[in-house]
């Protein structure tokens, strides 16, 4: 399951960082994407090949530079999920309370 990999993806508190620095929409180098996240540039690379391998984040090579973008499509996907499971959530919600006030 696709959704399955991108939660396990975000699981990790600096690939979550990593992401959170995309989310405006920018495009970082992975030398700038890298600075101040607590690991070496080594780390910051396994971080950021986790996101590519889950489709969170997408790689793009210019010259002699890569680039880093979020992949929006994916993280919807993540999305319509958690919203799939709230509305059930909201129904059962509904019939326990309507249970409840039988």
Do not use: C
Not at 7 to 21: Q, T
Not at 54 to 68: C, F, M, N, S
Not at 82 to 96: C, G, P, S, V
């Amino acid at each position: 399951m696709a959704v399955a990999n991108i939660f396990k993806a975000l699981g990790d508190p600096v690939r979550l960082e990593i992401v959170a620095r995309l989310s405006d929409g920018s495009t970082y180098t992975i030398g700038r994407l890298s600075e101040d996240l607590g690991v070496s540039r080594q780390g910051a690379r396994k971080q950021i090949q986790a996101l590519v391998t889950a489709d969170v984040i997408e790689l793009h090579p210019a010259g002699r530079e890569t680039h880093v973008s979020l992949n929006a499509a994916s993280l919807q996907e993540a999305r319509r999920f958690i919203t799939q499971l709230e509305k059930q959530w909201d129904q059962r919600l509904l019939a326990l309370k309507q249970l409840v006030e039988e």
